[in-house]
């Protein structure tokens, strides 16, 4: 009998849940976001210009993808905690969920 593995919780895994969890709630939220597809980079495969994207929107192929290495690395000093590496993860998925259906992240709750 083997061992049990143990359970996975590395900075990785944190960010796909964080990131699962935000989009769950948004697709339940706006319906316009059903069909498009969040996917995790880990960094821009392009050259950015006046800063470094934390997201990409590819509206022709309904996909918006998230580059985990910025999100989580750029934070301002003093906030490289769980807590403010978790609302770093949420904002970003709400702002560029936002920004793909035109709209301002916070009309994204439940109340609009």
């Not at 980079?41 to 050259?47: C, L, N």
Request: glycine share 8%; charged share 30%; no cysteine.
């Amino acid at each position: 009998m083997r061992p049990p593995l143990a359970p996975l919780d590395g900075r990785i895994d944190r960010f796909d849940l964080t990131v699962g969890t935000a989009v769950e709630f948004l697709r339940g939220t706006w319906p316009e976001l059903q069909d498009v597809r969040f996917e995790i980079g880990a960094i821009p495969g392009f050259d950015a210009t006046e800063e470094v994207p934390r997201w990409h929107l590819d509206r022709k192929n309904q996909r918006i993808v998230l580059f985990r290495l910025p999100i989580e690395r750029l934070l301002p000093p003093g906030h490289d905690d769980a807590a403010h590496r978790r609302m770093a993860i949420e904002s970003a998925v709400f702002r560029a969920a936002a920004e793909y259906v035109g709209r301002e992240p916070w009309d994204l709750g439940h109340d609009h």
